[in-house]
């Protein structure tokens, strides 16, 4: 034990080192580390509270309290309340706080690029593989110390396409007033991967509790884009980091599987979701007016430069 103990806290002092963290200020924006990670975390779960940041991260109440106090002074954090005040939003990124997290985002991206780039791609499975079973090692203590269980991604099984469809068929009619025209949108969508099934496609299941409580896919669209599609979210499981960790999962799949960029389609006044798909760096290209669930609607395409 005393050997790892020194093994883990000599990897502790290299690992800060390495990836700057000693330095006043994150990637030389105006923030702080803490300051970057509270951002990248409202941005990441936009529903959250000061309450379950403070869970999520650890992180004492009053640190916390002083943290969201100078982003709300900066202008880049607020409290807002959801459409037609039904959800509570208590915090989410204002405008400015949008494109510090999307310029952080790409900066960190350039950092892990400029720090990897010596690597061939045995040593990069090697360094993948080695965080992986860093994370599950680490992360099985904190299933055996927590209250509920931690949520888990799979890939989807039979007939759990057809949980895809109801779901966004229940929720969008109950959130926001869609037809079951829409739900026919949704079939038609699932029928044609289903036809198709290329190698470079998927769907993941997020579970909580031994039930589905989310889902995304990669659809392949060409050899240089993949799109992402049919993410969604339980209400009840949208304060547990599942947004975040299956958008984490369709990134990284796209990524390995080659693809250049990858793209979605959503609808202006998606709030939430838009602000997540900001924090991962998507910007939107294209706008059209068009009709969803009998219902007029702002398009918007949304792009992921891989």
């Not at 990284?252 to 959503?266: D, E, I």
């Not at 706008?287 to 395409?301: A, H, I, N, Y």
Request: aromatic fraction near 8%; hydrophobic fraction near 40%.
């Amino acid at each position: 034990m005393n050997t790892t103990i020194k093994e883990f806290r000599s990897f502790n002092r290299f690992y800060t080192q390495f990836v700057g963290l000693l330095n006043k200020r994150l990637l030389e924006s105006p923030l702080s580390l803490a300051e970057g990670r509270v951002l990248y975390e409202i941005g990441a779960t936009p529903t959250s509270s000061a309450a379950d940041l403070s869970q999520l991260l650890g992180m004492d109440k009053g640190q916390l309290s002083r943290i969201l106090a100078g982003l709300r002074k900066r202008e880049l954090i607020e409290r807002q309340t959801g459409p037609g005040g039904r959800t509570p939003l208590p915090l989410a990124l204002t405008p400015d706080g949008e494109k510090l997290l999307h310029d952080l985002n790409q900066m960190a991206d350039a950092q892990a690029h400029h720090l990897l780039r010596h690597l061939d791609h045995p040593d990069l499975q090697r360094l993948q593989e080695a965080i992986q079973t860093m994370r599950s090692v680490l992360g099985a203590r904190e299933e055996h110390t927590s209250p509920q269980k931690s949520p888990r991604l799979r890939t989807a099984q039979a007939g759990e396409l057809g949980w895809i469809i109801t779901q966004h068929g229940e929720i969008y009619a109950q959130e926001y007033g869609f037809s079951d025209k829409f739900e026919e949108y949704v079939v038609a969508g699932v029928a044609a991967y289903l036809n198709k099934k290329d190698a470079g496609s998927n769907v993941w299941i997020a579970e909580y509790e031994n039930k589905p409580v989310g889902s995304i896919a990669i659809v392949k669209d060409s050899s240089q884009e993949s799109q992402l599609r049919w993410f969604l979210v339980q209400p009840h499981a949208r304060r547990l980091g599942i947004g975040k960790a299956l958008m984490e999962q369709a990134i990284t799949f796209s990524r390995q599987a080659g693809y250049a960029k990858t793209f979605l389609w959503t609808i202006a006044h998606l709030h939430s979701a838009r602000k997540l798909y900001s924090a991962f760096g998507f910007h939107c290209v294209e706008e059209k007016e068009g009709t969803m669930g009998d219902q007029t609607v702002r398009e918007e395409k949304w792009i992921l430069e891989l």
